[in-house]
């Protein structure tokens, strides 16, 4: 949600910003991986991509979907 440019990361909000899964997949679909900035790219990568369970595999045992997001961030952070 940092990577598209959300502040609120509660659980509620994120919950509501997901309700419309077609609302929410439009826009990963056309998110412009060049809008984010440096600094915001440098603490997604520090806060969330470190930690050892933020991977597609492990993800995967959770959540097929949250799996495939987890590789979208992980593909954009190295564009």
Same mark, same amino acid.
Do not use: H
């Given at each position: 949600m940092s990577m598209l440019g +959300?502040?609120? /990361?509660?659980?509620?909000s994120i919950r509501n910003y997901i309700r419309d899964p077609g609302q929410f997949l439009k826009r990963v679909q056309v998110f412009?991986?060049?809008?984010?900035? +440096?600094?915001? /790219?440098k603490k997604v990568r520090e806060t969330y991509f470190k930690k050892s369970d933020f991977n597609p595999e492990f993800v995967k045992?959770?959540?097929?979907a949250a799996s495939k997001l987890c590789s979208w961030a992980l593909a954009l952070s190295q564009y």
């Amino acid at each position: 949600m940092s990577m598209l440019g +959300e502040k609120d /990361l509660k659980w509620e909000s994120i919950r509501n910003y997901i309700r419309d899964p077609g609302q929410f997949l439009k826009r990963v679909q056309v998110f412009d991986v060049n809008s984010m900035s +440096e600094t915001l /790219l440098k603490k997604v990568r520090e806060t969330y991509f470190k930690k050892s369970d933020f991977n597609p595999e492990f993800v995967k045992g959770k959540s097929q979907a949250a799996s495939k997001l987890c590789s979208w961030a992980l593909a954009l952070s190295q564009y």
